[in-house]
Nanobody
Framework: VQLVESGGGLVQAGGSLRLSCAAS????????MGWFRQAPGKEREFVAG????????YAADPVKGRFTISRDSAKNTVYLQMNSLKPEDTAVYYC?????????????????WGQGTQVTVSS
């Protein structure tokens, strides 16, 4: 499955952004989806994940309560709503897909990745 992210940009601290990830295949509903991010000099880290049914979703502790993942199977798209952004949220954000029910927090367990979209939060 091919993935294309959009929606990144420059925002002030406290602001919001919504990232989108469009998938190429009709079997999108058979893939759990995850959002990851990578800041300069750091490893790629899990941000949020959602099951292929959309019924199970969770977020990493640093973003819990601020970021929300959702999906629209009719549009083959997964979203990441980011509120109350902080400078430490600055990173390239990637969406990823795995052909299983549940999303996981492990980079190597995803077999498809988008090209990434830059999010920069100014203080």
């Amino acid at each position: 499955v091919q993935l294309v992210e959009s929606g990144g940009g420059l925002v002030q601290a406290g602001g919001s952004l919504r990232l989108s990830c469009a998938a190429s295949r009709r079997t999108f509903s058979n893939y759990a989806m995850g959002w990851f991010r990578q800041a300069p000099g750091k490893e790629r880290e899990f941000v949020a994940g959602i099951s292929w049914s959309g019924t199970r979703a969770y977020a990493a502790d640093p973003v819990k309560g601020r970021f929300t993942i959702s999906r629209d199977s009719a549009k083959n798209t997964v979203y990441l709503q980011m509120n109350s952004l902080k400078p430490e949220d600055t990173a390239v954000y990637y969406c990823a897909a795995r052909p299983y029910f549940m999303a996981t927090m492990t980079v190597s367990e995803y077999d498809s990745w988008g090209q990434g979209t830059q999010v920069t939060v100014s203080s």
